[in-house]
């Protein structure tokens, strides 16, 4: 936890970095298509998390992060035509976890959750029109 959001702008920048680095090095569009969108899913999203840091406004990236899992699994699910109710129940479960630990631990409101769960998912189902 940093206690300035201007804090939040450096690792974000790196977390870039890194991952415009596996997109276009290791994970390539045609050896795994799947997970190459989720990551360039993910770049879109800490994309938007690093702008809004400038905008000095904070979304919560654990709940980024748990609900583009999310939304992948359920596509994964989707584009293999499996049954995997199970994960996703306990991914859905996961999102309910990490939110309320955050609320607990007092380090996001609850709009910066909902800010930081729109950032993580609503990339992920733009992609997920590409790859489906």
Not at 30 to 39: G, K, V
Not at 82 to 94: A, C, G, K
């Amino acid at each position: 936890m940093v206690p300035e959001v201007s804090q939040r702008k450096i690792p974000l920048i790196i977390h870039c970095f890194l991952l415009i680095l596996l997109v276009r090095k290791s994970i390539t569009l045609d050896r795994y298509p799947e997970l190459h969108f989720f990551f360039l899913g993910a770049l879109m999203s800490t994309l938007q998390a690093l702008v809004l840091s400038f905008f000095k406004t904070k979304a919560s990236l654990h709940m980024m992060g748990i609900s583009s899992l999310t939304v992948f699994v359920m596509g994964l699910s989707i584009h293999y035509q499996i049954q995997n109710s199970f994960m996703i129940t306990l991914l859905i479960l996961m999102n309910g976890f990490v939110a309320s630990s955050r609320l607990e631990m007092k380090a996001h409101t609850p709009s910066e959750l909902i800010l930081g769960f729109l950032l993580g998912s609503v990339p992920q189902l733009l992609l997920l029109y590409l790859w489906l």
